[in-house]
């Protein structure tokens, strides 16, 4: 292997973004990609964003790997690229969800191999490699979720690439993170797409044109990718049903406050509401 | 009284940005303004976006009224002024809910007086005077109200102020804005409200910085302002908790397919409301 070779594993918007902002920058590793998209492989050939496009096995020789694949392929794709790595390697993965990933990937990892999980708060409604930019991780956080079983040199490879791209990093605890992404992320579009569907399957023909502004923004994340959605609420199934069951809890406090007629119970529950979200 | 000049209590966002609007505009109306926040009132005059402040008896004495104050403060107002103003004359206000007001405010108006329903869907965080501004209205949209006791004429006299001020102006049934707001703008608003206090209720410390984007804005619209807020859910409680009802089964939906590990139920709940999102 490579000590000081990049392997990308999945050239979408991720990975693609990701050998994008390495391109030409001081001290860049030499970067080799591997995708399923003929066409996408050839495209950032083409104009140098990847120095080889290589199969699966290339890309196991390389001393760094980051798989950006749909989290529904990348436990089966991190357990067969650990085990063909060598001593001494890290991979690293950009996953939503990353307790059952971590506990997979470093069971599977062959002797003297780290796993390293890795999350990106980046993306963009769009996918694939002609969505990617170098920009994307600009100013972003990257939350690396490493264990006890972790060296401190292999967290630092992995938080070296991210910065060179960019992004500031962070460090959770992988059960730790899959709680916070719960109530900040997974629990809002569990909330959105439940939103979505009320005002669809109206009885009435309900003018949605008409809420322009509110209505419009708050169900933006409703559009997101259905696939990777159903992914991420069975890969963190645990997490998202508590905060859901949090979650009625308060719509029903909410729910009997107006039933109630109780005007000093909701001024008090709005100006709750509102003081914590201006202190974001 | 004067058929031409208009009067506009409640010189805040909604009333002040009318006013400015119509400043300078050909064709535009003398206005007279009210507000009980004297400050305000002798900025609005110092700077010609009024021509007189006078009292709620000045405003009465106008052709044309438009009450543009907070929801609670508003039924009473409305049939005060309707009660003191001349046959001939038309009354509207600016309220997000609209068939208590209709209701309440046509049947105190005095005779030959007409009360039209209006809710301009245009706004910003901020309140008050020094808020307004002139292009507030420019291309939104302003729904009017008004029922089988209005004449073709009144209601044209409401439209022309608010097209004057750059709306489009919509008609729909009080019953029926009621419903259709409850959906794309009260349910909203609850279920935002009701996902911060998840989050600001969590036992762990939730690092909330981290969510940047989807939190974040998702959340931006329970910043609104608790007292106005806390009116809506009230003087719209039957169709809020009709509302509330239908999306909380659509939630329970969302949780048992999760519950139940249901990849295609998940997969097509999801995609439904994309489509439904994406065909705004």
């Known amino acids: 292997m490579s000590g000081t070779r990049l392997g990308i594993l999945g050239l979408g918007l991720i990975g693609g973004s990701l ?4 391109k030409g920058k001081r001290g860049a590793p030499e970067v080799w990609g591997c995708d399923k998209n003929r066409e996408h492989l050839r495209m950032a050939l083409r104009d ?10 290339g890309i196991a020789s390389c001393g760094l790997v980051v798989v950006c694949v749909p989290v529904v ?21 950009a996953g939503s969800v990353k307790s059952e990933i971590v506990r ?3 069971a599977a990892a062959g002797p003297g191999v780290e796993f390293v999980g890795g999350h990106p708060i980046a993306g963009t409604e769009n996918s694939g490699f002609p969505a990617a930019s170098p920009s994307l991780f600009k100013g972003k956080t990257v939350i690396l979720t490493p264990t006890g079983g972790n060296t401190g040199e292999a967290i630092r490879r992995v938080e070296r690439i991210w910065k060179m791209a960019g992004a500031r ?16 992320s997974h629990l809002p579009h569990a909330v959105a ?23 419009r923004d708050f169900t933006r994340i409703a559009s997101s990718n259905p696939e990777m959605w159903k992914d991420i609420m069975l890969q963190n199934r645990g997490e998202v049903l508590r905060a859901l069951r949090h979650y009625r809890k308060n719509l029903a406090l ?7 007629k109780d005007a000093g119970g909701l001024l008090a529950y709005f100006g709750k509401a509102k003081r914590t979200r201006d202190g974001l």
């Open 104 to 106: 997979e990937a470093q």
């Open 254 to 260: 909410l729910e009997s406050l107006v039933r109630r």
């Open 169 to 184: 990093v962070l460090r959770m605890d992988p059960g730790v993170h899959d709680h916070v992404f719960a109530y900040v």
């Open 19 to 22: 050998a994008l902002a390495l």
């Open 48 to 57: 140098g964003t990847i120095a080889r496009a290589c199969t699966e096995a």
């Open 73 to 93: 392929r990348s436990v089966g794709l991190l357990r067969r690229i650990g085990k063909r790595m060598a001593p001494g390697a890290v991979l690293t993965d």
């Open 193 to 215: 797409y439940a939103l979505v569907h009320s005002v669809a399957t109206l009885d009435s023909k309900v003018p949605l044109g008409y809420s322009a502004g509110g209505f």
